[in-house]
């Protein structure tokens, strides 16, 4: 067999599974090449969490300081250009762009334009882009392709105005009223963006719950919270038409509890999953073991073929960057000989509406579902001195415990920093921590994380 390749490793992809995989592997002093049709990061910096978190950042600062009268601030004529904020979004983004291509310089990676084929178990060809027609040898292969928004398969999906979050994150205007297919992550941050920016949000679900991956009591309070400032929120609710009428506005046909509905707004956002994206990766006679469109992988992130290894969104497990990346660097270390370092099996999940929400390990329904004899223990935010001084809204935390050992089984909350404090619980249930170790730290004062005290201490 061909020992002398031109490179140990070539990743194709440069989203976070991709671009960290490149840079795990130079530092384990492996020559890496990356090969990217797009932009260095992947749906995440480009199309994903990056621009989303700027428009919300600037859409809760905006919808702070029209309700800021009770904090002391009077405010007048506040607006937000939509445009400008565009601007900063790419700004942001071209920043982050060029930070990953200094670190994949500073790693000395190669970094090849176009699109990469699988072409036999340690070939990689490129074509369609600058580095077009160069095929490259390599010992590992690493798949990194993502995944793309899954359009629905109802009549007038396709009209104008019917988007994804891809189109919609670049709009440089505001839909006045936007109807959002699918409450789930994305859903439910583009609700909470838009109206906070104003616009009427109507929310068609087809589950019984809106985030219905979370805990019950979470997704209950959001949406009570998201009623509260006027999002319409329909669940159990089928999606069968879109049509566009002659003023330009759509509307949407949908059936509730057997009852023929519609809505009409000027947008509709299609927020129902993302497909896998694998077009173009295998060249001919090139076959992995793919179920549903993933490719499947092991623990170590190899697949079917033992050279060529995947991470991320393409193996069809959680569509999460840090989940994607924390694959990929386990992926690397079983090419270089050595034990995964990461716990991929412990992925905290974070949706940043308003308030955040973030849950890791098990949920009291998944815990009870498994049999397990759990304690619940769980403190309401508006008894905590910071959430009540900063003006957030209602929240809690809740830890669920094995109730013989008291060992960290699994955290919700829904707060001001949820999505920060959630790594206090993944380092506790990592680190196989009970109520009473977490308990056992002093958390200074005043602030959201003494909260988590108040709730381990119970
Ligand atoms: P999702 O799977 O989270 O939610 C899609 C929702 O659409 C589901 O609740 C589903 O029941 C509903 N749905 C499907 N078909 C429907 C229909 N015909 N009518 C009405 N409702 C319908 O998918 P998403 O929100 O599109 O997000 C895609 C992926 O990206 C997810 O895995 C998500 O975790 C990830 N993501 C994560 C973050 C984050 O971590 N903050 C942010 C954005 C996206």
Redesign the pocket.
């Known amino acids: 067999m061909k020992e002398n390749y031109e490179y140990d490793l070539v990743v194709i992809g440069a989203g976070p599974a991709g671009y960290i995989a490149a840079e795990e592997s130079a530092k384990l002093s492996m020559k890496t090449a990356l090969v990217e049709n797009r932009q260095l990061g992947g749906t995440c910096l480009n199309r994903?969490?990056i621009p989303?978190k700027t428009l919300l950042h600037t859409a809760e600062l905006y919808a702070e300081m029209k309700a800021c009268e009770h904090l002391g601030i009077h405010v007048e004529d506040v607006s937000c250009d939509m445009s400008a904020l565009q601007n900063r979004k790419e700004e942001v983004l071209e920043q982050l762009r060029s930070g990953i291509a200094a670190l994949m310089k500073k790693s000395r990676v190669d970094v090849l334009q176009g699109t990469g084929t699988i072409t036999s178990p340690h070939e990689v060809c490129v074509t369609g882009g600058k580095d077009s027609g160069r095929c490259l040898s390599a010992k590992s292969i690493l798949i990194a392709t993502g995944?793309v928004?899954?359009r629905?398969p109802?009549p007038g999906a396709d009209l104008p105005d019917v988007v994804t979050?891809d189109e919609l994150l670049s709009k440089k205007s505001l839909y006045p009223r936007l109807t959002i297919?699918?409450?789930?992550?994305?859903?439910?941050?583009f609700a909470s963006i838009y109206s906070a920016l104003g616009a009427q949000v109507t929310v068609?679900?087809?589950?019984d719950r809106?985030?219905?991956?979370m805990d019950k009591e979470i997704s209950q309070n959001l949406k009570m919270i998201l009623k509260k400032r006027g999002v319409q929120i329909h669940t159990g609710?089928?999606?069968e038409s879109i049509r566009k009428n002659a003023d330009g506005s759509l509307t949407c046909c949908?059936t509730e509890k057997e009852k023929q509905e519609t809505v009409e707004s000027d947008g509709i956002l299609c927020?129902?999953?993302?497909r896998i994206f694998t077009d173009g990766l295998l060249g001919e006679g090139m076959e992995l073991s793919m179920e549903r469109g993933a490719v499947l992988v092991s623990r170590t992130g190899q697949t079917s073929v033992p050279s060529i290894y995947a991470a991320g969104d393409v193996t069809g497990g959680?569509?999460?960057?840090h989940a994607a990346s924390a694959c990929a660097i386990n992926a690397v270390a079983h090419m270089a000989g050595q034990q995964p370092p990461v716990r991929a099996d412990l992925i905290p999940?974070?949706?940043?509406t308003s308030p955040e929400i973030a849950s890791v390990g098990l949920t009291q329904d998944e815990a009870r579902k498994q049999g397990r004899d759990v304690l619940i223990r769980k403190y309401p935010m508006s008894a905590n001195g910071k959430t009540v001084l900063s003006g957030q809204e209602r929240g809690f935390i809740k830890v669920v415990a094995d109730s013989g050992s008291h060992k960290i089984l699994g955290a919700q909350m829904m707060c001001a920093r949820a999505t920060d404090m959630i790594s206090e619980f993944t380092t506790a249930i990592a680190e196989e921590m009970t109520l009473e170790d977490m308990g056992s730290v002093v958390r200074p004062h005043p602030t959201f994380s003494e909260a988590i005290t108040e709730t381990v201490r119970g």
């Open positions: 994903g969490c989303t995944s928004p899954a629905l109802v979050s297919i699918g409450g789930g992550v994305i859903g439910m941050e068609i679900e087809s589950l809106i985030l219905a991956g609710a089928r999606v949908f927020a129902v999953g993302r959680v569509q999460l960057a999940g974070c949706v940043y």
